[in-house]
T-cell receptor, first 116, second 113 residues
């Protein structure tokens, strides 16, 4: 099966600019996650979707970050305006449809953001 | 707050040495536990998981982990490491009351050939 697709793989922007990342999950996976991984740290959940509804966005900095999954398939994560501390790898993952902690995540390759 | 802790940030071993990476989780009721691995240049992928039942779980590539409820631990083990095990290892956990999967900070494993 095709994996989780993410783009772009790399992005360099200046602070206060905006950026968008795209994710296409594995076909049939209803749950989609966006994680932020800062160098030297573990992935931190930003937002979790079940189909096109938000399950958890408690750690999403909503003043600058937004995410959508309009048709319950692919998703976009946007940052506007970016700050230096947003430099990280943004990981998208998907899992089967149970809203449960017993879900195995399949990750994409990630989008590496550098903010100058 | 629910959390997952990994205290070994970087472990260096020689080939054929035994491996044990520590993972502790905070109390939060029924827990699901995972180990994920990221080999150089590759995606994060599942190594093994524990949901219930036998507390000793076996994963891919000869790895195993033991769930010890009394110690809130889920340590990863391998009796004899290979150079190809060089990677970053992440412990993760979730609780049945919520679907959020929380990751530890990771342990970088370097194997000397």
């Amino acid at each position: 099966e095709a994996g989780v697709a993410q783009s772009p793989r790399y992005k360099i922007i200046e602070k206060r600019q905006s950026v968008a990342f795209w994710c296409n999950p594995i076909s049939g996976h209803a749950t989609l996650y966006w994680y932020q991984q800062i160098l030297g740290q573990g992935p931190k959940l930003l937002i979790q979707f079940q189909n096109n509804g938000v399950v958890d966005d408690s750690q999403l900095p909503k003043d600058r970050f937004s995410a959508e999954r309009l048709k319950g398939v692919d998703s976009t994560l946007k940052i506007q305006p970016a700050k230096l501390e947003d430099s990280a790898v943004y990981l998208c993952a998907s899992s089967l449809d149970r809203v449960s902690g017993a879900n195995v995540l399949t990750f994409g390759a990630g989008s590496r953001l550098t903010v100058l | 707050a629910q959390s997952v802790s990994q205290h070994n940030h970087h472990v260096i071993l020689s080939e054929a040495a035994s491996l044990e990476l520590g993972c502790n989780y905070s109390y939060g009721g029924t827990v699901n536990l995972f180990w994920y691995v990221q080999y150089p240049g590759q995606h994060l992928q599942l190594l093994l998981k524990y949901f219930s039942g036998d507390p000793l779980v076996k994963g891919i590539k000869g790895f195993e982990a033991e769930f010890i409820k009394s110690k809130f631990s889920f340590n990863l083990r391998k009796p004899s490491v290979q150079w190809s095990d060089t990677a970053e290892y992440f412990c993760a956990g979730s609780y049945s009351s919520a679907s959020k999967i929380i990751f530890g900070s990771g342990t970088r494993l370097s194997i000397r050939p």
